[in-house]
């Protein structure tokens, strides 16, 4: 059975000796009580939750799955999920980062992704009932009216009912121009809307006594395609103006989808039987009002494979120390034991610090990325707010697509550690890697990530957004640039980032005369961003461990930190090298082949 | 639901038109009458076996599994898989290679390879049955006293028994010298075994009326370690001179693993509580006995992953041509449809020549090294046959190991064409990846096939293997060097043929000093080692498709060869780029990491 320690000095590291959060959190009016204390205490408690709480279902949760009841149209969760939910409730966990207006308790969004890498880890599936829901409270929190805040808010910010995001059809998912539920106006400022809806997660369950459904549907006069959807929340149950439950909405499961991971949470087919919603936001402009889940959700996806990273790595380091098997090639290391631990060997190191440069290079970025969010919504400077909300939306593709990516390498990796016992369920190796699959899947493909960082974000304004960060790039190389000890961290991200701007002026000058280039680079360049930015953060945490080992602090943790950068650059940055390449090697490769593809 | 065709044109491509298999095959006495269309008509109806009798038991294997009764110690395979069997038995394909004298039809590996391949791609659960039994023939067949034959072989040949190998015990898999199943000598020339194994594939089933178990044992005065195994033939029912069965012999299935895939295949704990068997080859060379069958497993397992690259290659090609959603970047291409096939987008073209390179580079590969067995163990001339040992002897761990990790590759990026709908059960694709992550682990898991190919096969025979695969990529850079339209497959491996030559001394040097050297470059080496065999076959089918194209052949089969050959230059090959850099960033970066993982 595998364990899990919630990873608290890395957390600690991070926000206090890297990003130097509680320093920004003053300048925040709405933070600026938020001390290291109480950031610490908060954590503490959110990874004895995950660890005690979540964490013992993950197993059985994935053998059991979740049942569906063809009569009643009722979905019984696995064994556990529900008492698990209540005492989240029960703790308050819902309500961290949430509106005081609402109930919430207004803490930053940083200590809310801590909280979710920790259930991420515990069990990805659980946690996508909660996640889900905070999802849609952030939708309404921008988009709705005063009435339907009044009404949803504070139900969602407690946790007592739960919403979803109804966007995939069963021909539509990254193409949502092409969606087909219908809403027609009742004359009452409410609606009905028909249709189907498929792999609604989280989408029906037994946990809470209501779920609002946020539902992406078009109007009758609607434009085709994607300028023609608007979005409607539509409750499970209607709520009477007293805020208690009224009738049943003829909005129901289907059926679940069975799937290769995530088996505790509901993947739920949805009916809209001409279902009452009322209208979020302007009509036609649902995919806009949407897009606020969906950055929040990207961001939380690279937190599940971040989760995932981290419990597969810790197993795998566990189990490496454990297991005895073969000599070490420099000699015997254990002596007193028939064969040495498998750490001697050189590749099993490989695959454990992959696991780890990337968990620890993934957090760094991720937690930066959620202050930047923290800035975007609180802090009193308009320019940092802008400054803030453009670089976050820059990385965002790169969280989700980069951190799941490299969430499959390791979790695979982890497994690999373990030889044959990886592909037996008892270890818990395997669903690490399958709850892993669906995280560059889901909330637009990886490829989808790609499309949007180098055709929307960097090509689409002129690389004004990569500038940013390239400015973050260049004030380090500024900074350590004399310091012999920080050359082998601060050479190849120099070297990189001039690469990316002459790399990125040549894609942006061949796909003016074909798009299909800016196509055809798109994953690699995603890739290299993400190698470039991982490498700045590895930069950085060496900086901070140089500079603890300097003043004398003894602590080995900060030699692990440099070790880990060591090993990141040494052996996981040089990828850059291959996909400069092959994304160089532009789009013929790919177009010319129908030949090959008949 | 999947579909699957048989790759024959391409299999004949391969036999015929690369490898010319029927010009060698004239030259070994054995098989000099075998021609091209015996070839063609086997493998045509290996095919519709695979496609109409073992396929549709590939999702419904995958669903129920095998069950075990604690009571008898039974194991139940799936429905339909001893119906399929039996159909198996009957076409007389168990015989296909297997010696005439013991009623074999003596065919080429070469066609048991494809037929393999294809039992792969239809259900490896299912295909592993058969599969690891021939590995028990071979055993036997190479090591096996004259009676232990008379009684064994024909019933292995016809496939009324299988055979299994049983190595793993819990504590050791890698590291067979730490095994403990002791072996008794009776004094009647029998031995009785008793211990305990796990892993065992196909270790119990209700196929067959006996199944043949060769175990690995030590005898009560064996030396320790690797030195002290020897190896017995353990029946499951006695075998009486007659040959009729006799009594049931203490050696059962224990319980059956629960595993990530090949859910169909019976991974057994094998208990052997004094059961009598009969020493194979000499006392404490069990593993050198062992090794025969290891070594054709090894290509067995690298085939299981080209079938799986397949199948799955086949699949994601049919969805991206039906699947409508978004227009290509350069312009609408299916007007008269609401979006355009997904396969006008590059990146999902980027996927499916990724799996298509990798399955048309390994089909080439594997049927050289089958070649080279069949010329290892027919050709009239003893150097050619040495040759041939050594060669395939060379590229066994890359086809086990290069494979397998393309074969994860190709399937996971097979099911990602699939977006949402490859997460889900019942489009198959999922189960493809399952199903291909075992191939990665046994038989020696990919880290270990690397440290044989570096270790032992190249550096331990201080290059000389190599230089033989070197010569054959010399010969081809002569005979093409001059032909411009060949430059661009010629140029790269020519100058990646170079590289390695070097870089193998240099590890070697360093190894030389420090052995931790040679297991921190192993896997890296290994990958380089495949692309430049990969490279190699890759630029013998352009040239076959040049030439064809030349002679004014307007089969667009061969149009199709030269853009996947193009494809594979352009955006797998260069992958060594980075391989080179992190084999060549040593042992430090991993070893001196105590502090990071602590």
């Known amino acids: 059975m595998p364990t899990y320690n919630p990873p608290l000095r890395d957390m600690q590291f991070v926000m206090h000796e890297v990003l130097k959060v509680t320093d920004e959190y003053k300048l925040m009016p709405r933070h600026a009580e938020v001390d290291a204390d109480t950031i610490n205490a908060v954590i503490e408690e959110a ?50 980062s949430c509106d005081p207006e609402y109930g919430g308790q207004g803490l930053p ?31 309404l929190h921008a988009h709705g009216t005063e009435e339907q805040k009044k009404t949803y808010l504070p139900k969602l910010t407690s946790g007592e009912w739960t919403g979803t995001m ?51 549907a078009r109007l009758p006069d609607a434009p085709k395609g994607s300028k023609g959807i608007s979005l409607f929340i539509v409750p499970k149950f209607h709520v009477k103006a007293d805020g208690s439950l009224g009738e049943r909405n003829s909005i129901y499961c289907g059926g679940l ?18 279902a009452v919603g009322t209208l979020v936001g302007e009509p036609n402009k649902g995919l ?15 937190n599940q494979s971040l989760g995932l990273t981290e419990v597969a790595y810790q197993n795998a380091l566990a189990y490496a120390k454990d297991r005895l098997q073969m000599r070490s090639l420099s000699g015997v290391k254990a002596k007193d034991k028939p064969a040495d631990p498998i750490i001697v060997h050189p590749d099993v190191r490989r695959m454990l610090l992959t696991a780890k440069a990337y968990a620890e290079g993934g957090r760094a970025l991720l937690l930066f990325c959620t202050l930047l969010i923290d800035k975007e919504l609180n802090h009193p400077d308009e ?78 304004n002129n690389g004004a957004s990569l500038k940013k960060f ?14 012999e000890k920080m050359a082998e961290f601060i050479n190849p991200i120099a070297y990189l980032g001039d690469q990316m701007t002459k790399f990125t002026t040549e894609i942006g000058f061949k796909g003016l005369q074909n798009p299909d280039e800016v196509g055809a680079a798109a994953v690699d360049y995603l890739r290299v961003a993400g190698h470039l930015v991982f490498g700045y953060f ?50 013929k490769a790919l177009m010319d082949t129908d030949a090959a593809l008949a």
């Open 538 to 587: 590895w930069a950085r945490m060496a900086q901070t461990a140089l500079r603890e080992i300097a003043a004398g602090n003894p602590d080995p943790f900060y030699q692990g930190k440099l070790q880990t950068a060591r090993f990141y650059f040494a052996k996981l940055f040089p990828e850059t090298a291959t996909l400069m390449r092959t994304a160089r090697a532009g789009s």
């Open 470 to 483: 390239g400015k973050l790039v260049a004030a380090l190389v500024e900074e350590e640039g004399v310091n």
């Open 288 to 302: 806009a009002a949407m897009f606020v889940m969906m950055n929040a959700a990207r961001l939380g996806v690279g």
């Open 383 to 460: 320019k940092v707010r802008k400054d803030s909300a453009e670089l976050v939306a820059l990385l965002t593709p790169i969280v989700k697509a980069f951190l799941t990516d490299n969430g499959w390498s390791a979790t695979t990796q982890s497994q690999q550690v373990f030889g044959g016992h990886g592909f037996i369920k008892e270890w818990g190796m395997e669903q690490f890697v399958r709850d892993a699959r669906i995280n560059m899947i889901y909330e637009g493909t990886n490829g989808i990530q790609a499309l949007d960082l180098l055709g929307r974000k960097i090509l689409g």
């Open 47 to 96: 990874g004895k939750f995950a660890a005690t709480v979540t964490f013992p279902l993950n197993i059985s949760g994935d053998e059991t799955g979740c049942a569906y009841d063809r009569e009643t149209h009722a979905v019984a969760t696995p064994q556990g999920f529900k008492e698990a939910y209540a005492q989240y409730v029960e703790g308050g966990w819902a309500a961290l």
């Open 166 to 216: 109804c966007l995939t059809e069963a021909h539509c998912g990254t193409d949502l121009g092409l969606l087909r539920t219908k809403a027609e106006p009742q004359g009452d400022g409410t609606y009905r809307l028909t249709g189907n809806k498929i792999f609604i997660s989280a989408g029906e369950h037994d946990m809470t006594a209501n779920i609002v459904h946020l539902v992406l």
């Open 257 to 274: 989808e069975h799937k290769m991971g995530i088996h505790g949470n509901a993947t739920a087919q949805i009916v809209l039987d001409g």
């Open 109 to 139: 969004l940083v200590l809310n992704q801590c909280l979710y890498e920790m259930l991420n880890s515990a069990n990805q599936a659980w946690a996508m009932y909660p996640g889900l829901s905070h999802g849609a409270y952030e939708a």
